[in-house]
T-cell receptor, first 111, second 115 residues
Framework: SQQGEEDPQALSIQEGENATMNCSYK?????LQWYRQNSGRGLVHLIL?????REKHSGRLRVTLDTSKKSSSLLITASRAADTASYFC???????????FGQGTTLQVKP | DAGVTQSPTHLIKTRGQQVTLRCSPK?????VSWYQQALGQGPQFIFQ???????QRGNFPDRFSGHQFPNYSSELNVNALLLGDSALYLCASRPGGTGVWTEAFFGQGTRLTVV
């Protein structure tokens, strides 16, 4: 079964609003990465947060990590129509070489 | 920097045939992983290559095999194609082998359709 499970599965907001997506995983991790995917094409890397970090920022993106709850969240502030995409969290279990993806959150930002 | 490049972009094959997909990693990256993404699903890890060897493998049958060349580029081969192999195949690269982990960068993928 997939470890990275995103919630909600779909989110529709107006431009300018904030969007929050949540991710839960099952086992201990080395780090967790967030990706964006437009129209079923390649994944764009957004942020990597390590297991000893609690929060990380990149532009309009804010990621938090709670290892005790095995959860992470991605906040996009002041959303734009161009943010419309699918967002995936990808935990890296232990020292393995793989990323585990869930089904993602589909975000629609209406102009 | 060209990033991770994959070829071809699209491919249509007949059930039972064999297919080879190619990936050139981002400059400076020596570790390549392959993922399969079915429609509406998240990517599923197939395997990872480092120093021309398969280092880790996901839950995929032996019909899926790969290779890494001395220049770090990689191929994914799928034999005896099934309709269920239709998917977007993604290549990801990063530096560091099996040790220190940094961001993994993905290519645009190869859309494989099996008819």
């Amino acid at each position: 079964s997939q470890q990275g499970e995103e919630d909600p599965q779909a989110l529709s907001i107006q431009e300018g609003e904030n969007a929050t997506m949540n991710c839960s995983y099952k086992t201990s991790i080395n780090n967790l990465q967030w990706y964006r995917q437009n129209s079923g094409r390649g994944l764009v890397h957004l942020i990597l947060i390590r297991s000893n970090e609690r929060e990380k920022h990149s532009g309009r993106l804010r990621v938090t990590l709670d290892t005790s709850k095995k959860s992470s969240s991605l906040l996009i502030t002041a959303s734009r129509a161009a943010d419309t995409a699918s967002y995936f969290c990808a935990p890296r279990p232990g020292n393995t070489g793989k990323l585990i993806f869930g089904q993602g959150t589909t975000l629609q930002v209406k102009p | 920097d060209a990033g991770v490049t994959q070829s071809p972009t699209h491919l249509i094959k007949t059930r039972g045939q064999q297919v080879t997909l190619r990936c050139s990693p981002k400059s400076g990256h020596d570790t390549v992983s392959w993922y399969q993404q079915a429609l509406g699903q998240g990517p599923q890890f197939i395997f990872q290559y480092y120093e021309e060897e398969e280092r880790q493998r996901g839950n995929f049958p032996d019909r899926f095999s790969g290779h890494q060349f001395p220049n770090y580029s990689s191929e994914l081969n799928v034999n005896a194609l099934l309709l269920g192999d239709s998917a977007l195949y993604l290549c990801a690269s990063r530096p560091g082998g099996t040790g220190v982990w940094t961001e993994a960068f993905f290519g645009q993928g190869t859309r494989l359709t099996v008819v």
